[in-house]
């Protein structure tokens, strides 16, 4: 067993119980269609906020769970009668409903965990 640096190495909870490394590049996100391998399950990750998402987000497959570990940061998520703001602040977390739209505004760089099922994850520019 080897430490992991959930930045670079996401860890995928498998329906079957098990916890896999999985290796992460810059093209995680816009390559992960492809990889059914993944859609299984849940994905545990660590990202380092400092500037606002400059896209939304959406995971049509299920809930993703938000950490926010220092930091903070607002979520927007994206309703049928406008937006609702989630305030995080360190230590917070909050539960983004599946299909839903989201995005991060940065009031103060720090560090989010995400659990998410990445299966069918969509982006748009905001």
Same mark, same amino acid.
């Given at each position: 067993?080897?430490?992991?640096? *959930? ?8 329906? @079957? ?17 492809? +990889?059914?391998? $993944? ?6 990750? $660590?990202? +380092?906020? @400092? ?9 049509? &497959? ?6 926010? $570990? ?17 305030? *995080?602040?360190?230590?917070? &977390? ?15 760089? @720090? ?12 982006? +748009?520019?905001?």
């Amino acid at each position: 067993m080897q430490p992991i640096d *959930l930045t670079q190495t996401y860890v995928q909870l498998t329906d @079957g119980a098990e916890a896999r490394p999985v290796a992460v590049g810059a093209d995680f996100w816009e390559t992960i269609a492809e +990889r059914t391998e $993944l859609h299984a399950g849940r994905l545990v990750m $660590l990202n +380092r906020c @400092g500037a606002d998402w400059a896209h939304w987000e959406m995971h049509p &497959a299920g809930d993703e769970i938000v950490f926010l $570990l220092s930091g903070a940061v607002d979520l927007v998520l994206e309703r049928a009668d406008g937006e609702d703001i989630i305030e *995080l602040r360190r230590r917070a &977390a909050c539960i983004v409903p599946g299909g839903v739209w989201h995005r991060a505004i940065v009031h103060q760089p @720090g560090e989010m965990l995400f659990i998410t099922r990445g299966a069918g994850t969509r982006h +748009r520019p905001v």
